[in-house]
Structures are given as C-alpha cells and as structure tokens.
C-alpha cells in the first residue's frame, strides 16, 4: 500500500501545458464584438506587457481565416477555422469552434505547434492536471 504510483500523480508532467500555447477565445472574440462576416482584425498574446506572438483573422459566413508567420521559419501559414453556433435556453446564440482536426464543438483552440487545434489534439494538458 502506498507505493510508488500510488495516489496524486507527480505534477511535473512531461506534457506540455495549455498556459505554455497560445489559447483562442471565441467567447473573448464574441464579447469585443468581432464574429461579424466581413471583419479582419488583429490577435496578439501578451506577456509581462510584452507581444509574444500575434495573428490576423479574416471572418466569413462559414469561420474564420486565421494568418500567422511562424517565428522559428518565417514561414506564413493561413489556416481556416469552421465556428458554430447553439442556441441559449433564455435566447441569443453560443459560438464555437469547430476543431480542425478531431471536428469537436470546442470554446478554445491552441497553437502548440504549427496549427491551431482542440486541448486534446495538440496533446495539452491544464497546469493543475
């Protein structure tokens, strides 16, 4: 009893963290206002006040066109992203994305490496797991 693996898991996990990506919110995206077809507008991440990294995305009828130059290649990747909507139970609508690769309705994609995908495709885990 009470032996190793026993129990809590170690905390340092040899995954990387959804904190360590860079996470798009489409409830924050919603909220500013910026889910009009028509609407380009520009994303950046900040930390300590500092630009890490930034995107510009171009909304249609059908999603979202998500433009980015990787900082390792200066390589521009443009990526198109599908986003649906739910209905509320007391009126209006729920946005989401649709993950570009497993399809699943999610509320936040990461960029853990080339692309931007649900928590589970990019294999990222939250800090407190």
Do not use: N
């Amino acid at each position: 009893m009470g032996g190793r693996g026993s129990g809590r898991r170690s905390s340092y996990s040899c995954k990387p963290h959804t904190s360590d990506s860079m996470p798009l919110d489409i409830r924050r995206i919603s909220r500013e206002g910026l889910l009009v077809p028509g609407t380009t507008f520009s994303w950046q991440w900040l930390v300590d006040d500092r630009q890490v990294a930034g995107i510009s995305v171009r909304v249609d009828l059908q999603g979202m066109v998500l433009s980015y130059r990787m900082k390792c290649t200066g390589e521009v990747v443009e990526q198109r992203v599908q986003t649906q909507t739910s209905p509320c139970h007391l009126g209006g609508q729920r946005h989401w994305f649709t993950c570009p690769r497993c399809s699943k309705r999610v509320a936040v994609l990461y960029a853990p490496g080339r692309y931007f995908a649900c928590r589970q495709c990019g294999g990222l885990v939250y800090p407190t797991q």
